[in-house]
Structure formats: C-alpha cells, structure tokens
C-alpha cells in the first residue's frame, strides 16, 4: 500500500488525554446511507476519542441523529452561495476550493489545539481534505465520485448543460481527485467493488468494512404473508437506475412499488 511519509502512527502525549479526532463528510443535505455511516462512526469514536469538528462542504443544519448534531460543523464558504443546498452538484468545479478551504480551516484548529487523526467519509470530494502534517487521514470511501469516473453518462442525461459541464471539466476534475488521494493514508472500502474503484482510479489498495446494517430492523416478519410485489427503496438520482426497475417490472408485468 503507498503510504504517504508524512504521516505518523497515532500518539497521544500522557495518559489521561483522549485523542482528538476531525472528521470530514462531503455534506449534510438529508439522512441517508452515507449519512448512516457517518452516525455509526461518530458513536463508534464517542467512547474513547474527543471529536473535535465535523468538516463538510454544505450544511442545511436540519437535524439529523443525535451523534451528529451534537458535533460542532464546520463548513466550507460554498455553503454561503444561493440555494447551495440544492444546487451542490452544480457547484462541482468548485469542490477543489471548498475542500481547500476546509483543510485551511483544520490547519488552523490543529494550530490551536492539536488533531490526533483525521477520518473522512467521502463518495465526492471531502477525501481530498489534508491532514496537518504527521496526523493520519483515514477515509471511509462509498465510491470514487461516480459522475467523474463510473457513471458520467446517467448525469449527463436530461441536461444539455450538465453534460457539456462535465465533459468539458471532467478531464480536468479527475486529474485533481487522483491527486488529492494522496492525502489519504489509508482507504477504507465499504465493498470489494469500491475496492477496485479505488485501485483503479486511484492506484491505491483499500481494505473492505462492510456498512452496518440493522439487520433486526430489515428481517422479514414470518408471521406476515408476502405478495408479489416489488419493491424499489432509494434515493432517486441517475446511478440508482430506477428506471431500469420500472421497465423490468413492466416487462415482466410486475407490480412495483417505489419508497
């Protein structure tokens, strides 16, 4: 595994401090399987470490979980353009400058009181965050960004704009993201396929830790009788292919349901 030189194994100095720890997350827009993991971490770190700050590049500061409204956000100056929120996948040439901006930021909270490790979560940019010097970065990668690297032409479609946007600054956006993984000093993948994503895009290995699931909760109840049905549970964005659901429900006369 490439592992840049500046980082150093995680010390703490006595034995009574708990280590401090950034966190960084593309951005807090809604509740869903990111931000799922994102709460699982926060909880996994609250009994040993202090977390410091939570970095992300948009806030709407709608309440989410308890674990991660309790956490102070810091947040990057794209979040004070119009409707930001909303419109954040148009402000995709602009992620290098935010994600600068947010490293800016933790340097100067290290400076003041010192950051012991630094984990991002990241599906688009915020794992191009930089650590201080000599603190480790851990990211928790979903996928490299896909609407650069997988799935640019389920983006594209719909949007005459969208798509000349990106394959005009494609190129040039996917030469920063490779480059900006060298900030990361270890990947983690919440799948072997993110695995070889990584591999791929990045030249880098990853170790896999599936996402946590509430299997409890999702088990079947025996004692209630199934139908038919078919059911589609997701957000409605391109890479989800929903569309692919709804024709092979059609094709198979099926009924489906969409949550």
């Not at 799922?36 to 609250?46: C, K």
């Amino acid at each position: 595994m490439v592992r840049p030189q500046s980082a150093q194994p995680l010390r703490v100095d006595g034995p009574a401090r708990r280590p401090r720890v950034a966190i960084a997350h593309d951005w807090l827009c809604g509740y869903r399987g990111g931000e799922g993991v994102l709460d699982a971490i926060l909880r996994a770190l609250e009994p040993w470490a202090d977390v410091s700050t939570l970095y992300v590049m948009f806030d709407d500061r709608r309440p989410l979980t308890p674990a991660i409204d309790r956490v102070s956000h810091t947040v990057s100056w794209l979040n004070s353009l119009p409707a930001a929120h909303r419109l954040r996948r148009w402000c995709l040439p602009l992620y290098p400058m935010g994600v600068r901006h947010l490293s800016m930021q933790l340097a100067r909270e290290h400076a003041r009181s010192p950051i012991d490790l630094l984990v991002s979560t990241s599906s688009a940019a915020v794992k191009g965050i930089k650590a201080p010097p000599g603190v480790p970065h851990v990211c928790y990668i979903h996928a490299p960004a896909r609407y650069l690297w997988s799935r640019a032409g389920d983006y594209e479609q719909g949007s005459p704009l969208r798509a000349a946007g990106l394959r005009l600054l494609g190129p040039a956006l996917r030469r920063w993201d490779a480059a900006s993984a060298a900030h990361v000093d270890w990947f983690i993948a919440n799948s072997t396929h993110t695995k070889a994503q990584v591999e791929r895009c990045y030249g880098r290995e990853a170790r896999v830790l599936h996402p946590p699931v509430r299997t409890a909760f999702f088990t079947p109840n025996p004692a209630v009788a199934r139908d038919e049905t078919w059911l589609v549970v997701s957000a409605l964005e391109p890479y989800k292919r929903v569309d692919a659901a709804i024709a092979a429900a059609r094709q198979a006369g099926a009924r489906l349901r969409i949550a």
